[in-house]
């Protein structure tokens, strides 16, 4: 059983609004200037509540990357083998340009599902403490180690079709990049769970290649 087109947009509309738009006082610790490469599995479960409990009725593991230049990529398998990628897909947030491309590994396809907004600064810059706004300090939830980093978290509660409610842990080291989230869909009885795991600080660039857009590859609209 998968997700419905308008769960996965109540899901990333979450996402984004956790980690752009609750920008909150406590959230002004010591973050980073510069971009910090990492690699990780991004692991996602999806749950269908019920009175008898939950059930577990979708797991994702997601190879994740930053390269040291801030370009984010996510795969669409726990492991990146170079040998065997044709029949994967891969999301690629480029700095340079604020594009966001899906890369069709298996049809050799480039799409655009972003572009940058008018009078966003390019290259992308790193967020800090200092960008995030004043918010009420009842949302917070303090900070804890996750899987060997130090996070803080928040309460987030988004208003839509969907109620959405939950909490989202970020890493200031890692720049505020989401290490552990929860949302709770009450229209559909569904609570989603999100954990970044087997985070390796450093190693983000280990295959160049992720981070540009391959030769030979078709852009599609």
């Known amino acids: 059983m998968g997700l419905s087109r308008e769960q996965r947009m109540g899901l990333l509309a979450f996402l984004l609004v956790a980690v752009w738009s609750c920008r909150t006082s406590w959230c002004a610790q ?10 990780a599995v991004k692991v996602t479960k999806v749950y269908q509540l019920s009175t008898s409990g939950r059930e577990l009725i979708k797991e994702t593991r997601q190879f994740t990357a930053r390269s040291k230049d801030g370009s984010l990529f996510v795969y669409d398998a726990a492991n990146y083998d170079p040998s065997s990628k044709d029949n994967h897909v891969g999301m690629l947030l480029d700095v340079a340009t604020g594009k966001f491309f899906r890369i069709d590994y298996g049809h050799q396809r480039v799409q655009v599902l972003r572009t940058p ?9 790193p967020p800090t403490g200092e960008d995030y706004k004043a918010g ?17 978290g ?8 969907n109620t959405l409610g939950g909490e989202m842990w ?3 080291s890692l720049n505020y990049e989401p290490v552990e989230g929860a949302a709770l869909d009450e229209t559909h009885h ?5 954990d970044l795991e ?15 857009i391959p030769e030979g590859f078709q852009m599609v609209e």
Do not use: Y
């Not at 907004?117 to 810059?125: A, C, Y």
């Not at 928040?154 to 079709?161: C, D, L, N, R, S």
């Not at 569904?190 to 999100?194: F, V």
């Open 30 to 39: 010591q973050g980073t200037s510069v971009w910090v490469s990492f690699s």
């Open 117 to 125: 907004g008018p009078g966003v600064s390019l290259p992308l810059r």
């Open 136 to 152: 009420p300090p009842e949302r917070s939830l303090g900070s804890k180690m996750i899987n060997g980093v130090l996070c803080i």
């Open 154 to 161: 928040w309460k987030a509660v988004a208003t839509g079709p």
């Open 170 to 172: 970020v890493a200031p």
């Open 190 to 194: 569904t609570l989603i769970k999100m």
């Open 198 to 212: 087997e985070i390796q600080v450093g190693r983000g660039s280990d295959h160049p290649e992720l981070f540009r």
